[in-house]
């Protein structure tokens, strides 16, 4: 079975500027969560999908969002883009989702903004 | 939002046992405590996960006692491909959501 892929794997902006990352889930996983990790503040929870509704909500500012399409795929969108936002994006897609899950995890996105 | 502790580094030589060990003050009665391992420009993998007492697979085990206040790893015989940070993840069901809080996350190198 053909694991969470997420593209672009690499990805440089300038300050100000929008920019979508994408993530394919493992076949027959409908939940679909997003984080953040930064050497500073570590792994952080941005969102969760589950049947194209967002579920959860981390402590994220309204400049990133993101949707789920009905097979499952999601991406996220960062606009107005800060120094702040460089960092490793991860994608993480489960059966379910909820309380008791296993999470199966992407290569990440390495988006650096200059 | 429930906040985990754990060491922030830790050392061992091949074949010896590993313990981890996260705090999680203030779990909710429907979190499950997993535990994460991470290489270096790789996603976190899934290792193992509990509720309480005593979880064992493959490759380790997990100790919750019964005040479910903390958890601990247990890796059996380390070797050098166990060099990774390991994290300790719980649920936030405060509110009604559910925000999982990693911990910052415990960098284990193993020695020859």
């Known amino acids: 079975k053909a694991g969470v892929t997420q593209t672009p794997r690499y990805l440089i902006k300038t300050r100000g500027q929008q920019v979508t990352l994408s993530c394919s889930p493992i076949?027959?996983?409908?939940?679909v969560s997003w984080y953040q990790q930064t050497p500073g503040q570590g792994l952080q929870f941005l969102f969760e999908?589950?049947?194209?509704?967002?579920?959860n909500k981390g402590n994220f500012p309204g400049r990133f969002s993101g949707r789920q399409f009905s097979n499952s795929r999601s991406e996220m969108n960062v606009s107005t883009l800060e120094l702040g936002d460089s960092a490793l994006y991860l994608c993480?897609?489960?059966?379910?989702?909820?309380?008791?899950?296993?999470?199966?995890f992407g290569p990440g996105t390495r988006l650096t903004v200059t | 939002l429930a906040k985990t502790t754990q060491p922030i580094s830790m050392d061992s030589y091949e074949g010896q046992e590993v313990n981890i060990t996260c705090s999680h003050n203030?779990?909710?009665?429907?979190?499950?405590i997993t535990w994460y391992q991470q290489f270096p420009s790789q996603g976190p993998r899934f290792i193992i996960q509990?509720?309480?007492t005593k979880v064992t697979n493959e490759v380790a085990s997990l100790f919750i006692p019964a005040d479910r206040k903390s958890s601990t790893l247990s890796l059996p015989r380390v070797s050098l491909s166990d060099t990774a940070v390991y994290y300790c993840?719980?649920?936030?069901?405060?509110?009604?959501?559910?925000?999982?809080?990693f911990g910052r996350g415990t960098s284990l190198i193993v020695h020859p």
């Open positions: 993480a897609s489960s059966l379910t989702g909820g309380f008791s899950y296993e999470q199966y």
């Open positions: 076949s027959g996983h409908r939940s």
């Open positions: 999908y589950f049947s194209e509704t967002q579920r």
């Open positions: 203030n779990i909710a009665t429907n979190d499950y």
């Open positions: 509990g509720y309480k």
């Open positions: 993840l719980v649920g936030d069901g405060a509110g009604g959501s559910y925000i999982p809080t």
